[in-house]
């Protein structure tokens, strides 16, 4: 009887590993790693530094709360009331303007604060902007206008409520502003036969908009939540933060991955189905996601706001006390290959060459993570050493 139950249990271990179910393996023990807060080094998720001054002329002046993506020959950033600005990757050299906003047919759309939304196919060097009539408009990296994409009644989704990754003419979208039964949490969208998939597995439950007190806004924080938080609060002591465009969605290699919010596993899509790949072991600092609401007890609980991916780490960022004023902002580093986990309760990074503090905002097609500097923020060592004034355009930092 003995072997037959061992038999049993060496075969649903093997059944759950063809299933890509995690295993130990596969565990992110962060609450072990809450135990041990310590300072990581900035040598132990990069061995080099590199700095782009983006090239400052009377066009390419980039404007307040700017924000960038970094993609194979490119960095695109953008910035409060201006149109999306492209440069070269490797000089900083300003290459041309993309698009424009505006309400004619070619223009994009800008929201309340003056900001833009926009995606990158890196598959394909297009650029996807947010349009005025829950569509998209798309660009090619030498600003010709390419189409619109505009999206069906059918997908029961506001596009500005969801956050995309979009990869050789198929838009994956996850609805993260859930108040609409009909609206899918996660699907696919193929450009090229205008058709459209839902992925069963991500469930998302409604918010009660009937108990809304108050909406507000948090702009220009992106390194804390990875994105602009939007704040919801609701009667009963409960509240609801979320920032859309913070990356639950990501490529990795030919990989597909998604977190959702106080979802403590990273799922990967395999033919429009979840496959779990890493789960975060919070143990006692989980979060329920019925309780996801609840204002009481979140002192002592974690909130992870996103994950980025490269070759050989998860670097994620959370905070413990989400809803509270006691908030505190971590982040944190899995190492693939050995499963060893570190966390330090800050966000911010020191390359000791030039003094300079950095705090990696989000991670480029290749795997570099990503900063962004103002002159203003520069140390002296290194505003001497790249020669840039202090009204001059941002930084790009490649780690």
């Known amino acids: 009887m003995k072997q037959i139950f061992l038999f049993l249990i060496i075969g649903a271990l093997f059944a759950c590993n063809k299933q890509n179910t995690p295993i130990k393996d596969s565990i992110i023990n962060l609450e072990g790693a809450m135990n041990s807060v310590e300072t990581i080094q ?45 440069f070269d990757r490797t ?78 003419d198929t838009i994956y979208g996850q609805n993260k502003l859930c108040i609409d039964h009909s609206a899918p949490t996660l699907f696919t969208y193929n450009c090229k036969s205008e058709s ?95 309780d996801r609401l609840n204002v009481a007890g979140c002192e002592n609980k974690i909130s992870i706001d996103y994950v980025l991916e490269n070759e050989n780490l998860l670097y994620f960022h959370f905070h413990t006390g989400f809803y509270s004023e006691n908030q505190k902002a971590y982040c944190g580093i899995y190492q693939k290959k050995t499963g060893n986990v570190k966390v330090m309760d800050s966000d911010q990074w020191i390359d000791a060459k030039f003094n300079q503090p950095l705090q990696i905002r989000n991670v480029s097609n290749n795997g570099k993570f990503c900063a962004l500097l103002l002159p203003e923020k520069l140390s002296d060592e290194l505003k001497k050493h790249l020669q840039v004034e202090e009204d001059d355009n941002p930084i790009i930092v490649m780690l």
């Open 196 to 290: 459209l998939e839902i992925i069963p597995d991500l469930k998302e439950d409604v918010l009660p908009l009937d108990e809304l007190l108050s909406i507000s806004n948090l702009l220009g924080n992106y390194v804390s939540y990875g994105g602009d938080l939007q704040m919801a609060i609701f009667s009963g002591d409960r509240k609801f933060y979320m920032a859309i465009n913070s990356p639950s969605l990501w490529k990795y290699q030919q990989e597909i991955r998604v977190k959702q919010a106080f979802n403590d596993t990273i799922y990967t899509i395999e033919k429009n189905r979840l496959q779990p790949s890493w789960i975060f072991n919070l143990g006692n600092w989980h979060w329920d996601y019925q």
């Open 91 to 168: 000089t900083g050299k300003f290459l041309s303007t993309i698009g424009h906003i505006g309400i004619d047919p070619q223009g994009y759309a800008k929201d309340a604060w003056g900001k833009v939304n926009y995606w990158i196919d890196s598959q394909k060097n297009l650029i996807y902007v947010l349009g005025w009539k829950n569509d998209w408009q798309v660009y090619d990296v030498e600003n010709n206008y390419i189409n619109r994409i505009i999206v069906g009644d059918d997908l029961h989704c506001n596009l500005a409520q969801a956050c995309f990754l979009i990869t050789a």
């Open 42 to 86: 900035l040598s132990e998720i990069t061995s080099d530094v590199t700095y782009i001054p983006l090239e400052t002329t009377d066009s390419s002046l980039i404007g307040e709360q700017a924000d960038m993506r970094v993609f194979n020959d490119y960095i695109l950033v953008s910035s409060a009331n201006q149109s999306l600005k492209l």
